[in-house]
Nanobody
Framework: QLQASGGGLVQPGGSLTLSCAAS????????VGWFRQAPGDDREGLSC????????YYADSVLGRFTISTDRSKNTVYLHMSGLKPEDTANYYC???????????????????WGQGTLVTVSS
């Protein structure tokens, strides 16, 4: 089970950290990814940690602004977001899968397990 949290209203240029708490499995053994979906848009892969080597991957749209990290003691994966823009407004989701290697962890369709969304609104 995955529980995403941390969304909210933030001003342009601001920062926010999302959390994805896992239960029933260890995040160290799974690929974990962050995705977002705005109304009318497809689900977009933002960042992920692959299951085979623990490498991190980022979409061009968030590279340099978002950072993914893991706290093994809390079995939680975070998405640290900075330099937020109005176009970052969306529902954000985390997902996990035991067998996603390399940059395939950025592809939403490969994931078996999803958390509920948390809404991020970037507005002044």
């Amino acid at each position: 089970q995955l529980q995403a949290s941390g969304g909210g209203l933030v001003q342009p240029g601001g920062s926010l950290t999302l959390s994805c708490a896992a239960s029933g499995f260890g995040v160290d053994n799974y690929a974990v990814g962050w995705f977002r979906q705005a109304p009318g848009d497809d689900r977009e892969g933002l960042s992920c940690i692959s299951s085979n080597d623990g490498n991190t991957y980022y979409a061009d749209s968030v590279l340099g602004r978002f950072t993914i990290s893991t706290d093994r003691s809390k079995n939680t994966v975070y998405l640290h977001m900075s330099g937020l823009k109005p176009e970052d407004t969306a529902n954000y989701y985390c997902a996990a899968d035991p067998n996603l290697f390399g940059s395939s962890c950025l592809v939403a369709g490969w994931y078996d397990y999803w958390g509920q969304g948390t809404l991020v609104t970037v507005s002044s």
